[in-house]
């Protein structure tokens, strides 16, 4: 099993800039992508960025030019800086691991994370 925890969040003004981090423990070995995700009050959970063990990565369309996803899945940590902000970035950001047990794919996530960009 994969356990996660985050780190990172918090109060900014618009223009301003945040970097989130993600730490995994457990079956660390297993993980094949990491990824943050937001979820806004009264919207669905949305892809912010994620990166797979080989270093490809992929970004949601809003955020694209803005944020940057990097880390290192074989030592499970994620990293997620996010450069000039946008009151409609606010959201609880959620680190998640995809990893093989037994032969299944399971996702795991953490805790969640408050991000508040001011106007």
């Known amino acids: 099993q994969v356990q996660l925890v985050e780190s990172g969040g918090g109060l900014v003004q618009a223009g301003g800039s945040l970097r989130l981090s993600c730490t995994a423990s457990?079956?660390?070995?297993?993980?094949?992508?990491m990824g943050w995700y937001r979820q806004a009050p009264g919207k669905q959970r949305e892809l912010v960025a994620a990166i797979s063990s080989g270093g490809t990565t992929s970004y949601g369309n809003s955020v694209k030019g803005r944020f940057a996803i990097s880390g290192d899945n074989a030592k499970g940590t994620v990293y997620l800086q996010m450069n000039s902000l946008k009151p409609e970035d606010t959201a609880v950001y959620y680190c998640n691991a995809q990893f093989q047990d037994m032969g299944v794919t399971r996702f795991k996530w953490g805790q969640g994370t408050q991000v508040t960009v001011s106007s």
């Open positions: 457990g079956s660390i070995f297993s993980i094949k992508i």
